[in-house]
């Protein structure tokens, strides 16, 4: 497995990713509210992450908290996860990376 490091800053744009999308896939991370964001797969997964990490974030210097949480967004962008997060353009209707 390939180690990802943690310092660096992560982007969900680039070459290989849609600047917009119709259908989110299981993977990505979608913003927003309500049970229709709370119950896609992704998310429901990055929240298990963050869970996975709240003891050691509390008790984590600030360098260290900022090392957890690109270690979590990694794991998600990652690529054998493929996730991206998305935001709802309220106009547009499709989904954007942020």
Do not use: M
Not at 73 to 78: D, E, P, R, Y
């Amino acid at each position: 497995s390939t180690r990802l490091d943690p310092t660096k800053k992560i982007y969900s744009s680039g070459p290989n990713v849609q600047s917009t999308i119709i259908n989110p896939l299981p993977n990505d991370v979608l913003y927003g509210r309500g049970a229709g964001v709370n119950y896609h797969p992704g998310n429901i997964k990055y929240r298990n992450l963050v869970q996975s990490q709240k003891l050691a974030y509390i008790n984590a210097d600030p360098r260290t908290k900022k090392s957890i949480i690109h270690t979590i967004a990694n794991t998600i962008v990652q690529p054998l996860q493929s996730g991206r997060f998305l935001k709802c353009n309220s106009t547009s209707g499709l989904w954007e990376c942020i």
